[in-house]
Nanobody, 132 residues
């Protein structure tokens, strides 16, 4: 059974940094889309960064986080990371990692352009709060 578990969230001040981690277990797929999403109350979950594990690990970012956030993975440890710099109150949200072996490369790239992307596996989320 696939399980995803996020960690690393917390409360920070404007301009500070955080690194989120997502530990995956039970995942045997070699090619899949994985990424980070976030949600605030009353809004649909939005994609912020994804990686498609083939095609050289192609990454995609939402415009709102481009140049501030970096997604990476360590396949040997089954870990996914999100390094966040220059945090602002607008980044306050619950952050989730997700994965799906059936999401195509194109859909993986497009997941950061839409809200409500459907992925098969989700973690429970980790809260990030940025105060001014």
């Amino acid at each position: 059974q696939v399980q995803l578990q996020e960690s690393g969230g917390g409360s920070v001040q404007v301009g500070e940094s955080l690194r989120l981690s997502c530990a995956a277990s039970g995942y045997t797929y070699s090619t899949y889309c994985t990424g980070w999403f976030r949600q605030v109350p009353g809004k649909e979950r939005e994609g912020i960064a994804t990686i498609y594990t083939s095609s050289g690990g192609r990454t995609s970012y939402a415009d709102s986080v481009k140049d501030r956030f970096t997604i990476s993975r360590d396949p040997a440890k089954n870990m996914l990371y999100l390094q966040m710099h220059g945090l602002s109150p607008e980044d306050t949200a619950m952050y989730y990692c997700a994965a799906d072996p059936l999401v195509t490369r194109r859909s993986c790239e497009e997941a950061v352009l839409i809200r409500g992307a459907r992925f098969r596996y989700w973690g429970q989320g980790t809260q990030v709060t940025v105060s001014s």
